[in-house]
């Protein structure tokens, strides 16, 4: 069974950095790009960004509202993804879900979500 | 970039069918197949219903059904259940290689 269990998550000063982490089982997790979408309360869908595969390059895009701020990193050998968010605004307030990536644009499994509060 | 464009609610009858569209431009929607669409209940994390356009993941049911013309998709729910009430949202990938999703439709079941 395909697992993903984001952690990390929690109250933080804006300009603060955290980082959180994802760990998948169930799956070749070095054989998939994995994901980040956010969820601020009451809104929408945000994608933040994704890690190719290392047989893709291991190469990674970011939403241009994150970008310069956040880092996607990945450990096959551990099965875990990163997401390094620095510089934090009280905008990044949100739940933050870990995906696997299934094709070019979709997301066919999610974790239950990890939430981030930036406040003073 | 701008989000996908969805109609903010939509509601219909049980047994009824339902369509909600998602708008784009020729930079995603229009010049790809990779439209997705997601069912998210309160709470709960979202849930993969279609896949490039028109394609469903093991285990969902063939009362969702997705399409596209031009720059919109449009994602079909016939023969509505209690269960279906929940949030909508559309993906599409981009020419920036980057991911874009819709605002949510928020579908009520009568």
């Known amino acids: 069974e395909v697992q993903l269990v984001e952690s990390g998550g929690g109250l933080v000063q804006p300009g603060r950095s955290l980082r959180l982490s994802c760990t998948a089982s169930?799956?070749?997790?070095?054989?998939?790009?994995m994901s980040w979408v956010r969820q601020a309360p009451g809104k929408g869908l945000e994608w933040v960004g994704f890690?190719?595969?290392?047989?893709?390059?291991?190469?990674?895009e970011y939403a241009a509202s994150v970008k310069g701020r956040v880092t996607i990193s990945r450990d096959d050998s551990k099965s875990i993804a990163y997401l390094q968010m620095n510089s934090l605004k009280t905008e990044d307030t949100a739940v933050y879900y870990c995906?696997?990536?299934?094709?070019?644009?979709?997301?066919?499994?999610w974790g239950q979500g990890t939430l981030v509060t930036v406040s003073s | 970039q701008s989000a996908l464009t969805q109609p903010a609610s939509v509601s219909g009858s049980p047994g009824q069918s339902i369509t909600i569209s998602c708008t784009g431009t020729?930079?995603?929607?229009?010049?790809?197949?990779?439209v997705s669409w997601y069912q998210q209940h309160p709470g709960k994390a979202p849930k993969l219903m279609i896949y490039?356009?028109?394609n469903r993941p093991s285990g969902v049911s063939n009362r969702f059904s997705g399409s596209k013309s031009g720059n919109t998709a449009s994602l079909t729910i016939s023969g509505l259940q209690a269960e279906d009430e929940a949030d909508y949202y559309c993906?599409?990938?981009?020419?920036?290689?980057?991911?874009?999703f819709g605002g949510g439709t928020k579908l009520t079941v009568l």
């Open positions: 169930g799956f070749t997790f070095g054989d998939y790009a």
């Open positions: 993906s599409s990938y981009t020419s920036s290689n980057t991911l874009l």
């Open positions: 995906t696997r990536r299934r094709g070019w644009g979709d997301f066919d499994y």
């Open positions: 890690i190719r595969s290392k047989a893709y390059g291991g190469t990674t």
């Open positions: 490039e356009v028109s």
């Open positions: 020729s930079n995603d929607v229009g010049d790809y197949n990779y």
